[in-house]
């Protein structure tokens, strides 16, 4: 299946803990790139990659309505009691709106791209979708990063196997020699992905094909 998405939409969830824990999410957040973006990308006087200025953009804090776990507390910075001293609402059918008017905006087709979205945020997106009776329509794509470094981007053999490898902050720093910003906010995690994806991008768009599945294969998380 040969086809060029138009549009790659760069994900990230924070959540009350790990798939175990049936989480919820309490973060949420969308960038819109067009290909034109990836494919011309932007850059200082010193030829370094700089985030591109045509975006669309979603953050949304979400009332997970369930208690955070202590560990998804402490990495995200985040708490219930944050959240509803904020007035934050929870998942709703009319946020379920806002994210298809969001991604109808968008020149079609499109690719959703999450770190680690195969195992996680894409199934926990659709068990949130499913707790408002709804989904997206129409044909949509989805790419997990992860599995696509682990093709281009191949542990070295002087490298012991290391399960930090793949990590997020891991890869921004091993291709841009520095600290990712705001690790485990669901706008950091995103950006980070993006400049990892702009660092890679005649590699990730060869493989976009290959590599990424029908929204309509995720199977989510757990039943609502
Ligand atoms: N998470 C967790 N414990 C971990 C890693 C992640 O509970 N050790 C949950 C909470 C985070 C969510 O996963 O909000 C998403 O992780 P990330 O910040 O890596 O996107
Ligand atoms: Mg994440
Ligand atoms: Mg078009
Ligand atoms: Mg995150």
Known sequence: MAQTFQTYIFLDLESTGLAHDCPRITEICLVAVHLHSLQNPERDEAGDLLLPHVVDKVCLCVDPVIPLTSKAAHMTGLSN???SLNQKQSFSPELLGLL?????????P????????????????????QRVQGDFSGPLSCLD????????????????????????????????????????????????????????????????????????????????
């Open 145 to 224: 990063s992860c599995k696509v470094l682990r093709t281009i981007d191949p542990i070295p053999n002087s490298v012991r196997i290391w399960k930090g490898y793949y990590t997020l902050p891991e890869v921004y720093r091993r291709f841009f020699g520095k600290e990712p910003q705001r690790s485990h906010c669901a706008e950091g995690d995103v950006l980070t992905l993006l400049m990892i994806f702009l660092h890679k991008a005649q590699d990730f768009l060869r493989w976009v094909n290959i590599m990424s599945l029908s929204w309509a294969k995720i199977v989510p998380m757990y039943t609502p």
């Open 100 to 108: 298809r008017d969001f991604l109808e905006r968008q020149d079609q």
């Open 81 to 83: 009691e944050k959240l």
């Open 110 to 129: 499109i690719c959703l791209v999450a770190h680690n979205g195969f195992s996680y945020d894409f199934p926990l997106l659709k068990t949130e979708l």
